[in-house]
């Protein structure tokens, strides 16, 4: 067990290291203030995620993933000491605070992953069930029995990133328990620590508020076992990596970005929601006023952009390649039908007081509406990076508002257990616009003036 916790991070490493430099030409080195390093931390682990998810998809087996996928983390971690050997004490020397302060979230948060059993209901018969099945099978293969009736209570539709994972751990530990294939857990929140201390501002308060709002915020969400707190705190990272690309146009939190929305596509299913609404959102923002200069920059993208795009799609893509191969369909269909006549008997009514009221949208709504007061109290304009967040979290209100009014379920029953875990991304990119612009007060020189400027008084008439 020791050797699989102090060996996955490497592995993540080398694998990940391999596939950004063969899909970018290499990149540049880790070498830029600790922001940067954070960054390409976070995507490199990321990058060795969704490549070890494809080997799962691709290979099946558990044992060929992990021969595979150490002999490419070996090559990578080898590629990447031969190029930035001479670079590695500038490595070291800017990012060694990044990774102090991630190890100790990372210790902190594996006490609550490690000690605390699967007890949720959807952790214990979802995710981590296919990763039992995964596990005794040896294998992700139809074998497992997949499309048996017994397991169809299962959502066997999700996404299997996440069981996959916990199905290695198990398998290096040689047992499965209620406990360390959780360990998935923490090789799912490593990359997203690194992300969230790439935005990093010393001494300012909007750094404090996203901490306290991408992860202190999820609370339990990050180790209970579910995929909804992953889901969402990624969903806020590309949310926050797009925009800051559309600000400042540096294509690594393009890169980024990317692979932020290639793991939100390999959670849940309604990552796909999500990765529709934002790529609409970006696309109108950056070309909605059919700006010349963005359309020759769009053209002028090198080609490791796209084809990054394309690595990160594969997974999800793949997914429904082999669920409609096996004969797998969804748990859980969506009856349009029954739009017309939910939107005429108050249920309406019903998902808006629950989704905007009970789970905290419209005050999450309205802390941001404060912070958008404030920033135009001192004469500031909300950037790209803002309206990217509010729309896609906006648009994905929307979306989900759709899904439950053509719910085959119960609403009630739909509602009352689902409901909290479905509107995290929209408060996470709500509590991420706010950050921007609580940012962008902060280091705004119009601080130093008073933020509601006194008219002079009139002068007498002599």
Same mark, same amino acid.
């Given at each position: ?31 830029? =203030? ?15 995620? !969704?490549?070890?998810?494809?080997? !799962? ?96 209570? /299962? ?68 180790? =209970? ?40 596509? /390999? ?44 690595? /990160? ?16 369909? =969804? ?11 939910? +939107?005429?008997?108050? /249920? +309406? ?8 009221? =009970? ?40 979306? !989900? ?62």
């Amino acid at each position: 067990m020791s050797i699989a916790l102090s060996l996955f991070v490497p592995y993540l490493f080398g694998l990940g290291h391999l596939v950004r430099t063969l899909l970018t030409g290499g990149g540049r080195a880790l070498t830029g =203030n600790r922001q940067d390093a954070a960054r390409d931390i976070a995507v490199i682990l990321l990058c060795g995620l !969704m490549a070890n998810y494809l080997l !799962m998809l691709v290979l099946g087996r558990l044992v060929l993933v992990l021969a595979a996928g150490s002999l490419l983390a070996l090559t990578g971690l080898a590629a990447f000491l031969w190029t930035e050997r001479a670079a590695v004490p500038s490595i070291v020397r800017n990012s060694w605070t990044t990774v102090c302060v991630v190890l100790f979230l990372a210790l902190l948060y594996s006490l609550y992953i490690f000690f605390e059993p699967l007890t949720a209901w959807d952790a214990r018969s979802i995710w981590f069930f296919h990763g039992k099945m995964i596990f005794y099978n040896q294998g992700f293969t139809p074998s497992a029995g997949w499309t048996d009736p017994a397991v169809q209570f /299962s959502h066997i539709e999700y996404p299997k990133l996440a069981a996959a994972l916990a199905a290695q751990f198990a398998l290096l530990a040689g047992f499965w328990n209620e406990h360390f294939p959780k360990a998935a857990l923490l090789a799912l929140l490593i990359p997203g620590l690194f992300a969230v201390q790439s935005f990093f501002s010393p001494r300012r308060a909007g750094w404090f508020l996203l901490i306290a709002c991408l992860l202190f915020g999820l609370r339990w969400w990050l180790w =209970n076992g579910y995929m909804d707190g992953y889901l969402a705190l990624y969903s806020a990272l590309a949310a926050l990596y797009l925009g800051r690309w559309l600000d400042g146009r540096d294509l690594q939190d393009g890169y980024a970005g990317v692979a932020c929305l290639g793991m939100v596509g /390999s959670l849940k299913t309604e990552g796909t929601l999500f990765i529709l609404v934002i790529a609409v959102c970006v696309i109108a923002l950056r070309y909605g006023r059919r700006n010349a200069a963005a359309l020759q920059s769009s053209a002028a993208l090198p080609r490791g952009f796209w084809l990054f795009i394309l690595f /990160s799609a594969l997974g999800p893509v793949l997914w429904q390649m082999i669920k409609w191969r096996w004969g797998i369909a =969804n748990a859980m269909p969506l009856d349009l039908a029954r739009i017309p006549a939910r +939107l005429g008997d108050g /249920s +309406l009514n019903l998902i808006l007081g629950t989704l905007l009221l =009970n789970n905290g949208v419209a005050l999450a709504l309205a802390f941001f509406l404060a912070a958008l007061g404030a920033a135009r109290a001192y004469r500031l304009r909300p950037s790209p990076s803002v309206w990217l967040a509010l729309l896609t979290s906006l648009a994905y209100f929307t979306g !989900m508002t759709a899904v439950y009014l053509a719910t085959s379920n119960e609403l009630p029953w739909h509602l009352a257990t689902s409901s909290e875990r479905t509107m995290l991304p929209v408060l996470l990119c709500l509590g991420a616009a706010a950050t921007v612009l609580v940012n962008a007060i902060e280091t705004s020189e119009s601080l130093t003036a008073e933020p509601f400027p006194r008219k002079s008084p009139p002068k007498k008439k002599r």
